[in-house]
Each structure stands twice: as C-alpha cells, then as structure tokens.
T-cell receptor
Framework: KQEVTQIPAALSVPEGENLVLNCSFT??????LQWFRQDPGKGLTSLLL?????REQTSGRLNASLDKSSGRSTLYIAASQPGDSATYLC?????????FGKGTLLTVNP | GAGVSQTPSNKVTEKGKYVELRCDPI?????LYWYRQSLGQGPEFLIY????????DSGLPNDRFFAVRPEGSVSTLKIQRTERGDSAVYLC????????????????FGPGTRLTVL
C-alpha cells in the first residue's frame, strides 16, 4: 500500500526566500508524482505532474524533481511571494489512483 | 473553459439521513474520480469511473456509500444513513485519460462539497 509523507508539516518564510518542500513515498512503482496547491476552503490546483519516466518538471518559479529509486520528490519554489501561501500536497499515483500526503502549510510573510 | 463543478458547496444534514452529492466533470473527460478529505488530512481515494462504469470502488468505506455515472458525464455520490464520521469535504476530479500505458493524466479537481453530519 502506497504511503506518502510530507516534510515539513508547516513552513513560514519571509518574502523573496527560496524554499524546498519534501515528499517521500513507499512504493517506487508509481506512474506519476503530482504536486497540488490547495487554498483554504478550495479544491486542489495541479501545479506539476512528473511522469514515471521523467526526472523533473518546471513551471515558472516552480521546479519539481522525482527520484523513484530513493522514493523522494522535492518542490522548489524560487523567490517566494505572499500569494504562494497555501497548503501544498504531494501525491503518488497509479495510472488513476492518487495517494496524498497530509500537505505542507506554507506561509510567506511580506 | 469550464472546470469541474460540484453541488452543493455545503450540505448540512442530520445523522441517519440520506444525501446526494453531484459532480459535473470537464466536458469530454472520460475519467471521473471521487476523493474524501477529512480535516488536516490529504484527500483519500473513494472511486474511479471510466465512462459509465466504476472501474475501481475499493476506496468506498462501506456499503452505505454508492456512486453512479449513468451517462458517462455527471456523477452522483450517494450516502445512506449518514454518520457523524462521514463529515468531510468530498472532492471530485476528472481527466481526459489520454496517458500511455505507464503514464497518467493530470486530474482536475472541483471545489468540493463540505458535508456536515450533525
């Protein structure tokens, strides 16, 4: 059974700082690793999807990496902004079923 | 274009009552998923539809939970004899299912229905 763990549970940083969110998973036979953002009272917004054959994906200030052999993924956020404040969820997926971590609550202080 | 929509956004019911939660996926998406998110937790998989059929319902907690997708578009999650432990946010997602054998699609999530059982 896939288990996903996210560290840290919460993170508070000053605006402009670069930061890294960590995600680990127990079953390396994943089809994909997906990072989502969730704002309070809202649904999930997909940020980056890394297929099992890929090592990383980039979108703007976000970069996500995947190391299946070690069961780890990281989400790097460059030059953080107050608008980045949200909960970030990592999910390891079969071809259809996503298993989520509990998330990292990020606060970027102006 | 329009995203995934879910109705109602909030539902308050009494213990023992029956509720229905509706999901309208993105037009043309053949795959539809239901997840449940309890406070402070990540979403947990409930059921997956490919077209009209439930391809995997292994995440449904018990036989009080049932979901349908009769025409391969809108889906309804039905909960009988609700219990206080059913209180959670129920999330629906859809995807186009264009991935290859060892790939998968981005899942697009709706805003969720917050269910409160008193």
């Amino acid at each position: 059974k896939q288990e996903v763990t996210q560290i840290p549970a919460a993170l508070s940083v000053p605006e402009g700082e670069n930061l890294v969110l960590n995600c680990s998973f127990t079953d390396s036979a994943i089809y994909n690793l997906q990072w989502f953002r969730q704002d309070p009272g809202k649904g999930l917004t997909s940020l980056l999807l890394i297929q099992s054959s890929q090592r990383e994906q980039t979108s703007g200030r976000l970069n996500a990496s995947l190391d299946k052999s070690s069961g780890r993924s990281t989400l790097y956020i460059a030059a953080s902004q107050p608008g980045d404040s949200a909960t970030y969820l990592c999910s390891g997926g079969s071809n259809y079923k996503l298993t989520f971590g509990k998330g990292t609550l990020l606060t970027v202080n102006p | 274009g329009a995203g995934v929509s879910q109705t109602p956004s909030n539902k308050v019911t009494e213990k023992g009552k029956y509720v229905e939660l509706r999901c309208d996926p993105i037009s043309g998406h053949t795959a539809l998923y239901w997840y449940r998110q309890s406070l402070g937790q990540g979403p947990e998989f409930l059921i997956y539809f490919q077209g009209t059929g439930a391809a995997d319902d292994s995440g449904l907690p018990n036989d009080r939970f049932f979901a349908v997708r009769p025409e391969g578009s809108v889906s309804t999650l039905k909960i009988q004899r609700t219990e206080r432990g059913d209180s959670a946010v129920y999330l629906c997602a859809s995807s186009p299912m264009t991935g290859g054998p060892f790939e998968s699609d981005t899942q697009y999530f709706g805003p969720g229905t917050r269910l409160t059982v008193l």
